[in-house]
């Protein structure tokens, strides 16, 4: 039985009071706009609910993000044609850098001549090995690990480092799973986060002490060459 004009006017009416808009209205009583807006136009308009604010933000906003992601990629691409194509001698001074700031390097409190690399960054992996095998370190002297929180997808992991590198599983050691701490929040999670890959080096305190005296040949002709412009 439909419900007399009267009541849905005085339910409207609630509704309206209620902050609900006239589009929520007629889809719950089902009746035209018109009428609704005939039945509670006396009424004052309803304060804007957090999720309506939220869209008309989000509508107002849009156009301006979608404008910043274009420039975004358009300084990158323009940058990235920048570099072009790399000198053998450009990339080994570009991989002496990445292996200083990535790198393992010995210390005073843990003396250590190994060539060690750690990162999660795929892009960062691809590099470092193309280095390497311009320095021509064979590729049996390289072992790989993955170092990775328990709880991620352990076996998905795998796989994909074994693409980035290309080489077979048998290579890589046995992954480290970190154990999980329930009081931490962690930062690194989701499809993207896939641990960290450890690159070793067999037989490479030779070439840690070329590494070490490859920096700081940069560092000292770096210097020189400042104090030269400044001058």
């Not at 589009?23 to 039945?39: R, T």
Request: include cysteine; charged fraction near 30%; aromatic fraction near 8%.
């Amino acid at each position: 039985m439909v419900p007399p004009k009267t009541d849905m006017q005085t339910r409207a009416r609630e509704l309206r009071l209620a902050g609900k808009t006239y589009d929520e209205i007629v889809a719950e009583l089902g009746v035209a706009k018109s009428s609704v807006s005939l039945w509670v136009r006396d009424l004052p308009k309803p304060p804007k609910t957090v999720r309506q604010m939220r869209e008309m933000a989000e509508t107002r906003w849009a156009p301006h993000r979608r404008a910043r992601a274009i420039k975004q990629i358009e300084t990158k691409l323009e940058a990235a044609y920048d570099i072009g194509r790399m000198s053998e001698r450009e990339l080994f001074l570009v991989g002496v850098g990445l292996y200083w700031s990535e790198g393992t390097k010995s210390k005073a409190h843990r003396p250590s001549e190994r060539v060690t690399f750690v990162n999660s960054d795929p892009e960062m992996i691809r590099l470092y090995l193309a280095w390497l095998r311009l320095l021509g370190v064979e590729q049996s002297r390289l072992r790989f690990h993955l170092m990775i929180h328990e709880s991620a997808d352990v076996t998905g992991a795998e796989a994909f480092w074994e693409d980035v590198v290309g080489v077979g599983v048998g290579i890589f050691g046995k992954t480290t799973l970190k154990k999980h701490n329930p009081k931490t929040i962690r930062k690194n999670v989701g499809e993207g986060y896939r641990g960290c890959l450890i690159v070793r080096v067999n037989g490479s305190a030779e070439l840690y002490r070329r590494i070490e005296g490859w920096w700081y040949g940069i560092v000292f002709s770096a210097c020189a060459t400042d104090q030269a412009n400044r001058t």
